[in-house]
């Protein structure tokens, strides 16, 4: 079974620009998050989606959004960039949503560079 | 905010011996996992202890859970070089997402 692919791998980006970062799960999985990691803040839990809907949302501010597919591939956007949104962004897949002991499949990330 | 917090923030041994590393937490959780993070990549589902759970084992691993103190330990046994790598802990607390720690950065030297 393929694992969960992110595209693309690396990305700068100039300040206020605009971003899209792709994440495709393991086949049957319906439910992806999205987590920043940076080395202050470790990582932080921007939102999940389950069967095309949002169901949980992380303290971020609305330039942070995203969205899923029918196929359960998701995407996350990022507008106005900002230099302190430079960080690995993680996409995850599990069978279930919101936890429930179902473990996260993490993909290889995105690093997104803010300059 | 972090759910988590490991200790030590980071850990050296020498090929061979055991490496442990704790986590506590501030709220009761349904479960807690462990996944490991080698550099620059994503985060690896190592294993899941339940809330009823006191000990769980796999492979060369070992998970306590004291959930009166709010505190999980992770234990490797014979530590190999390519046990190089961060680990965190993850706890779910019912409110439909993972909150995870500021991990442990273990580096095992040969």
């Known amino acids: 079974k393929a694992g969960v692919t992110q595209t693309p791998r690396y990305l700068i980006k100039t300040r206020g620009q605009q971003v899209t970062l792709s994440c495709s799960p393991i086949?049957?999985?319906?439910?992806v998050s999205w987590y920043q990691q940076t080395p202050g803040q470790g990582l932080q839990f921007l939102f999940e989606?389950?069967?095309?809907?949002?169901?949980n949302k992380g303290n971020f501010p609305g330039r942070f959004s995203g969205r899923q597919f029918s196929n359960s591939r998701s995407e996350m956007n990022v507008s106005t960039l900002e230099l302190g949104d430079s960080a690995l962004y993680l996409c995850?897949?599990?069978?279930?949503f919101g936890g429930g002991g179902s473990p996260l499949h993490f993909g290889n990330g995105t690093r997104l560079t803010v300059t | 905010s972090q759910q988590g917090e490991e200790d030590p923030q980071a850990l050296s041994i020498q090929e061979g011996e055991n490496a442990t590393m704790n986590c506590s937490y501030k709220?009761?959780?349904?479960?807690l996992q462990w996944y490991r993070q080698n550099s620059g990549r994503g985060l690896v589902h190592l294993i899941l202890?339940?809330?009823?759970?006191r000990e769980k084992h796999s492979g060369r691993l070992r998970v306590t859970l004291d959930t009166s103190k709010k505190s999980s330990s992770l234990l490797i046994t014979a530590s190999r070089a390519a046990d190089t790598a961060s680990y965190f802990c993850?706890?779910?607390?019912?409110?439909?997402?993972?909150?995870f720690g500021t991990g442990t950065r273990l580096k095992v030297l040969a």
């Open positions: 995850a897949s599990s069978l279930a």
């Open positions: 989606y389950f069967s095309e809907t949002q169901r």
């Open positions: 993850a706890t779910d607390s019912g409110t439909y997402k993972y909150i």
């Open positions: 086949s049957g999985h319906r439910s």
């Open positions: 202890i339940r809330s009823n759970e």
């Open positions: 709220t009761s959780i349904n479960n």
